[in-house]
């Protein structure tokens, strides 16, 4: 009874978790989409929350199932041969390099990092391997079951170890991309910076001089041209003539130049940066660069979600019709007496080394075995077990 | 007390029908079964019989003939009323007119002598046996659909029915043909040529003789049908090397009675795995020597064997 209630809770548990793996693959996809299509804040907290919670989940999970294999003395055979390496690698780093301390920052500042711009080496890495989630699909290999042939153990296996490749292929790909000084976004956030650093900082002279000249028009002709300069690139959000400045001079200035209204709203915190650049105050965008990097990481998502699929759709198709079902039906036909079915095979793979086997097994095997078994009588369907309970 | 352990063993075939294995069976493919068991267990089943659920007050050997005998009637209930009905409706007896065509056949009264000598075939325990293959061909209606298959390819089988036997009529008519030559095949088994059965007969010469004295008795029991029918359903039980070349028919027939010997009702399509038919017949291609198939036959039914459905 109490082994029973104990299997039925874990088969709960084991479909929360199914079901969990592809919300959190979902909420990968969301949480990157909801920054370049700029989504309400409310929505992007939601989906920050959501991906916390996920991690947290995960890591319980793996940390369960690590103190439960101990306790077995199985833990190496958890970790290296029933997936524990892709619980890990999807649990606990993501927790504690990325979801966790953005949870905290959030918490404390009412800021979501992303870890796109991080300083932090570490961090960028975490965000780049953020995409490993997706690893966690190959533990639902196993409900594909119901499809095709997919309960055979041989194809579980072979089907993770091509999808385990692929799916490195693309993370260690898009790592090595993320780190390529000509295509790193931190170095374009940089070279972004310098460059309005040189505009401003010329302006700001211009404008000391033309104060110092008290040249009123002069003034008001660079603010114009300066505002004119703002309304061109949008990524400049606000700028602001510093407060100090105005104040130590007769000539009167406006304090605001620019500013987009609601930026603050629209573009997550970390995705502008805010400079003091001599006399200005500059509010500056970098959503377009982290767009390119969150472009990049949807599309090798996308591309480990369709190979994915196109090795469970198509792949496992072929797999199950020429390999283990032909094995299957070999299997069947040398351990039992009266099975005599011949394994189908396929006019355009018939030189394949399986099927010469099969070839074997259809034109030598069975026809052997039928002679062996001429005259012989066919075991019963009827076993001794089938007169238990019976009342007459 | 004979009529409450009557009623127990019927009970007890009844049990044994209603198994998820049994009752997918055909009447008499259940009943070789339950034989089988009966036979492979014989000893703990008379153990068990003693216990006071089963037949305690009688021995355990009138027991299992009680057992036997509900069994018997229960088989031959639905056997009979199947191929009566079969004669009835399934088989134009009037082609006997076309295939002689110098006789005139009383057509109700072959089909009465048809009756009755199936009547006293499935009475016999072991001519009973033979029938299991032909109730499935008939269930399968298998001589309708590979025969309509076989005189469209119009190759090797086609002309060996047609021209090497020399029996030229349309297809619905051979198809009624073969269906009566079928329920006649069983007839050898109920002769016996000294002490010897066609299943226990050893050598060529031994079956052959049973065969020949099964002709000339099934010719005096159905004496409305023609000595060539009589014996193309005899020889029906012969392998290829023992038949005379003009008989197709028993070639064709020795060949269904075969494969359908080993039909499983239970076995459903395996994925990978080429049918049931197409599989029978590609090992019967490789035996065909052994198993007195002809081979040319066994090839072209090879051939169709996935188109007959």
């Given at each position: ?36 299509l700029?989504?309400?804040?409310k ?21 369960t ?18 997936n ?10 993501l ?30 890495i ?28 041989m ?5 993770k ?86 104040n ?6 406006q ?8 930026y ?7 995705h502008?940066?805010?400079?003091n ?57 040398i ?6 079915y ?31 078994y ?11 077990d ?7 | ?7 127990r ?11 998820p294995?049994?009752?997918i ?10 034989l089988?068991?009966?036979?492979n ?53 009037s ?9 005139n056949?009383?057509v109700?009264?072959?089909k ?57 009529i ?20 109920l ?54 070349n ?7 027939l ?8 080993d ?20 090992v019967?291609r ?14 072209e ?9």
């Amino acid at each position: 009874m109490e082994n029973k209630r104990s299997s039925g809770l874990s088969r709960v548990l084991n479909g929360f978790i199914n079901i969990l793996i592809f919300v959190s693959i979902l909420q990968i996809i969301l949480d990157d989409l909801s920054v370049v299509l700029m989504w309400d804040q409310k929505y992007k907290t939601y989906l920050f929350l959501a991906g916390f919670a996920i991690d947290c989940i995960f890591s319980i999970e793996f940390i369960t199932r690590t103190i439960i294999s101990i306790k077995n003395s199985s833990f190496a055979n958890y970790f290296f041969y029933e997936n524990g390496w892709i619980d890990f690698i999807c649990s606990i780093p993501l927790l504690l390099f990325s979801s966790g301390p953005s949870f905290i920052t959030y918490m404390t500042s009412g800021i979501i990092l992303t870890n796109i711009f991080s300083s932090v080496k570490i961090m960028r890495i975490v965000r780049t391997i953020r995409i490993s989630r997706i690893l966690r699909i190959l533990r639902v290999l196993k409900l594909l079951k119901n499809l095709q042939n997919a309960n055979s153990k041989m194809l579980q296996n072979h089907l993770k170890t091509i999808m385990i490749i692929c799916i490195f292929s693309i993370i260690i790909s898009l790592f090595i991309y993320s780190y390529i000084p000509v295509f790193s976004v931190q170095n374009a956030v940089e070279a972004r910076t310098q460059t309005y650093t040189s505009i401003f900082l010329a302006y700001s002279n211009q404008l000391l001089l033309a104060i110092d000249r008290k040249d009123n028009r002069a003034v008001d002709e660079l603010v114009k041209n300066i505002r004119i300069l703002c309304f061109a690139d949008k990524n400049i959000l606000k700028l602001e003539i510093k407060p100090d400045f105005i104040n130590n001079n007769d000539i009167k200035v406006q304090n605001s130049i620019y500013k987009v209204k609601d930026y603050e709203d629209q573009i997550l915190r970390s995705h502008y940066l805010d400079e003091n650049i001599s006399s200005f105050n500059l509010s500056y965008s970098v959503q377009d660069l982290a767009n390119i990097q969150i472009g990049i990481n949807l599309l090798c998502l996308f591309a480990v979600i369709l190979a994915s699929s196109a090795y469970i759709l198509y792949y496992l198709k072929i797999f199950v019709t020429r390999i283990s079902d032909v094995i299957y039906i070999i299997f069947k036909g040398i351990k039992h007496k009266d099975y005599y079915y011949q394994v189908k095979i396929p006019e355009h793979y018939k030189d394949e080394e399986i099927f010469e086997f099969a070839k074997f097994y259809n034109n030598v095997y069975l026809p052997a075995k039928k002679k062996m078994y001429k005259g012989k009588e066919k075991d019963s369907k009827i076993t001794i077990d089938d007169l238990l309970n019976m009342d007459i | 007390m004979s009529d409450t352990n009557l009623q127990r063993a019927e009970k007890f075939i009844n049990h044994l029908l209603e198994l998820p294995n049994i009752r997918i069976e055909s009447p008499i493919g259940a009943e070789s079964q339950i034989l089988l068991f009966i036979k492979n267990n014989r000893s703990k089943l008379e153990a068990s019989f003693k216990n006071p659920e089963f037949f305690p007050s009688i021995p355990p050997d009138q027991a299992i003939a009680f057992i036997l005998q509900s069994l018997q009637k229960r088989v031959l209930e639905s056997c009979i009323p199947f191929f009566t009905k079969i004669i009835d409706s399934e088989i134009d007896f009037s082609i006997l007119n076309k295939v002689h065509k110098n006789h005139n056949f009383n057509v109700e009264a072959v089909k009465q002598s048809y009756k009755k000598i199936i009547e006293d075939m499935l009475q016999d325990s072991v001519c009973r046996v033979q029938f299991k293959s032909i109730y499935y061909i008939f269930e399968k209606r298998y001589i309708d659909k590979s025969l309509a298959l076989i005189f469209e390819r119009k190759a090797f089988t086609y002309n060996e029915l047609v021209r090497v036997q020399k029996c030229f009529i349309e297809l619905q008519d051979y198809i009624s043909y073969l269906k009566m030559l079928l329920l006649l095949t069983p007839y050898p088994h109920l002769q016996k040529a000294g002490n010897k059965t066609l299943a226990s007969a050893n050598g060529k010469d031994e079956i052959q003789s049973i065969c020949k004295l099964a002709t000339g008795s099934l010719v005096k029991e159905i004496p409305l049908i023609d000595i060539t029918e009589c014996k193309l359903a005899v020889d029906s039980n012969l392998p290829d090397y023992l038949l005379e070349n003009w008989e197709a028919s028993s070639r064709f027939l020795f060949i269904l009675i075969s494969r359908f010997a080993d039909y499983e009702p239970a076995n459903k399509k395996e994925k990978g795995a080429e049918t049931a038919d197409k599989s029978w017949y590609g090992v019967a291609r490789k035996v065909a020597q052994n198993y007195g198939y002809n081979k040319g036959i066994v090839d072209e039914l090879y051939l169709i064997a996935n188109e007959i459905k």
